[in-house]
């Protein structure tokens, strides 16, 4: 993949790099906030190089490029674009002006959770591993090897406040080392584990008298409690932050810590803690009450609608649910297998886009998506084919309910939390035989569904097809004329292997004998680089150029180059575009000139003129439809 283009391509349709108010990147998507959303062709943007999908969503412009991907156009998007790089905090504070109250509530608790997931994924992992090891071979569970990496598996469930403490207070401002403080008093040995609780008797479990008196709480631990947590640290930072202002700068090393231990410490424990336990336990209650609904009514509400709150970026709340979920005692994740259903209902519905669409662009996009989905990753999926398309997305949703119904009615649940997708059966290894059944059930009902539905539409462009009636010379205007004069070498040759593989585009490069280039075609500047050194150019016979002057001359950052043109200025054949001084640039770097058509695939033939030396305006290159 060419990461500069892909970037080039974003940087021009989303309205240039004045329209970028910030701009980060996660793991499988361009995050940016966007100044003026009019000026963003969304419809170009997603058939840009690289481009998997394109969405809108928590006030920000979000562009999928993939794994491993996207770091490398955030890189190119940032050098071409000059916008400082920022962090994901960064774009989502810029866009949470644009939010309500409960959109920034859901993105707060989305952006806590989502560092720690590694961790609990990692502890998960282990847990079905060993569970399913522990099954098939009873006597190894007896073993010291088996007993010691038993500790690394349940070590982030047991240790879940302090992980949550440290993640909000640095999405709160806080200091994390403090904030770990307070999560390890709500877990501590003192107190009585939250999970040997129900095994007790009332009697049995000390209480405190707190408040001069008022009530009693009860000794007991917070292990596997999130919103208690979170309210906490919130509340810590609050205070921190207020004394670290006040406090003189003398006393603030000594006063502001203990204050704000002391202070958060007292009131979580005897008023943050028993309150908003009580508030959480409602809100998983509902949950479980949701997917208890006799018939499996609440299996098919939500792996019918989860696939929406991920469109809606609301599916981090679910996080939560399933932290309690697997607090449980045994622990009973009943919504991961839902989710799981819902996930790779949206991944067969890409797939049978896959294997029935005859548009190469979207079958190349569509099946390594589908594959990514089935592994828990839906994104790709969701906005790159099924949104995009629509009806794919409406045969996830009824293939997500189907799977739902199945998870609902047989009890299906998991130990650990996420991780869905094939993945998940190491963590159901107690209900693999349904959990497979609800993968099977999801993908058959959504596979087939989109198969059917699903039709290759033909996209017209209502800007591209205006511009082609003022342009009568589209097809006929077949010659690329020599942009500047000088030898010929074909591409093969040129001393870059970017440049001589093709991967960049087809056509062949000139040996200048004069600093001078001359748009080889009536068209439109598409890129002027403000390092000069290369330009880009939309020719009305539809060919996309790239002349790029000498290799790596980008480093030289417009030095020695005088350019006489502006992104989006219309040029005609012979026109003077970029003066270069040959000398100079010859002294340090390679001056040898591709000229490409960086969209071959618009033509059934691109042929070089046998010719040795050129001049401005002679036959250089022919396109053939």
């Given amino acids: 993949m060419d990461y500069r283009k892909a970037a080039e391509e974003a940087l021009r349709d989303i309205g240039g790099k004045d329209n970028v108010v910030s701009a980060a990147h996660c793991a499988t998507r361009l995050r940016l906030v966007i100044a003026d959303n009019s000026k963003v062709n969304k419809k170009k943007l997603e058939n840009d190089e690289g481009v998997k999908g394109v969405f809108e969503a928590s006030g920000q412009l979000q562009i999928i490029y993939g794994t491993g991907t996207v770091n490398k156009v955030f ?49 998960g992992l282990l847990n079905g591993v060993l569970g399913g090891l522990s099954s098939a071979i009873p006597s190894l569970a007896n073993s010291d090897t088996f007993q010691i990496i038993n500790l690394f598996a ?131 209650n509902g949950a479980q009450a949701l997917i208890r609904l006799p018939f499996g009514i609440g299996g098919i509400l939500v792996g019918g609608l989860y696939a929406i709150t991920v469109v809606a970026g609301l599916h981090h709340m679910y996080n939560m649910i399933e932290a309690q979920m697997v607090s449980l005692n045994p622990p009973m994740n009943t919504w991961m297998p839902i989710a799981t259903a819902a996930n790779v209902a949206q991944g067969a519905a890409a797939l ?21 989905a089935f592994l828990g990753i839906t994104e790709p999926a969701i906005f790159g084919v099924n949104v995009r398309f629509m009806k794919p997305f409406i045969a996830g949703l009824i293939g997500g309910a189907a799977g739902g119904f199945v998870a609902a009615i047989t009890g299906t649940y998991a130990t650990a939390y996420g991780i869905t997708g094939l993945f998940g059966f190491l963590i159901t290894t107690k209900t693999l035989a349904t959990y ?71 056509g062949c490069a000139i040996e200048p004998d004069e600093g001078k280039v001359y748009a080889p075609v009536d068209g439109v500047i598409s890129v002027a680089y403000e390092t000069k050194h290369a330009i880009g150019i939309t020719g009305d016979n539809g060919a996309e150029l790239l ?3 000498g290799l790596n001359t980008v480093e030289l950052n417009g030095e020695h180059f005088t350019s006489h043109i502006t992104e989006g200025q219309r040029v005609k054949k012979g026109d003077l575009l970029l003066e270069f001084d040959l000398e100079a640039i010859a002294k340090n770097y390679k001056t040898v000139t591709p000229i490409l058509i960086s969209n071959p695939d618009d033509f059934s033939e691109i042929l070089v003129e046998d010719v040795a030396e050129v001049k401005p305006g002679d036959k250089l290159l022919a396109v053939l439809r």
Wanted: proline share 5%; no cysteine; glycine share 6%.
């Fill in 75 to 123: 890189d190119e998007f940032i050098a071409q674009s000059g916008v400082e790089a920022g962090t994901k905090d960064d774009v989502k504070e810029a866009a949470a002006n644009k939010q309500n109250w409960f959109l920034r509530a859901v993105k707060t608790l989305g952006d806590i959770f989502i560092p720690i997931i590694p961790a609990i994924v990692a502890s």
């Fill in 436 to 506: 497979a059944l609800t993968m099977l059930v999801a993908f058959v009902v959504a596979f087939v569904i989109s198969f059917i539905i699903y039709k290759d539409e033909k996209e017209e462009d209502p800007v591209e097809k205006e511009e082609e009636k003022e342009v009568k010379t589209l097809i006929d205007d077949k010659e690329v004329l020599a942009p500047l004069s000088g030898k010929v070498v074909p591409l093969r040759e040129v001393p870059d292997e970017t440049f001589a593989s093709g991967v960049l585009g087809k």
């Fill in 352 to 372: 049978a886009v896959s294997v029935k669409t005859k548009n190469k662009k979207i079958k190349s996009m569509a099946a390594p998506a589908s594959m990514s």
């Fill in 547 to 549: 002349i790029h002057v």
């Fill in 154 to 284: 349940g070590a982030a469930l047991s240790m879940l406040p302090i992980l949550i403490a440290i993640s909000a207070a640095k999405k709160f401002g806080g200091n994390p080392y403090l904030a770990a403080v307070i999560g390890f008093v709500m877990i501590h040995p003192n107190l009585i584990n939250a999970w040997s609780v129900a095994g007790m008797k009332a009697s049995e479990i000390g209480k405190w008298s707190v408040w001069f008196g008022l009530y009693k709480i009860e000794q007991v631990g917070y292990q596997g409690h999130v919103i208690p947590v979170i309210i906490a640290i919130f509340l810590m930072s609050k205070l921190e932050k207020w004394l670290h202002k006040h406090v003189p700068a003398m006393f603030d090393l000594f006063v502001t810590p203990l204050v704000t231990v002391l202070v958060t410490g007292y009131l979580t424990m005897t008023i943050i803690g028993p309150v908003f336990s009580v508030v959480e336990g409602w809100v998983v």
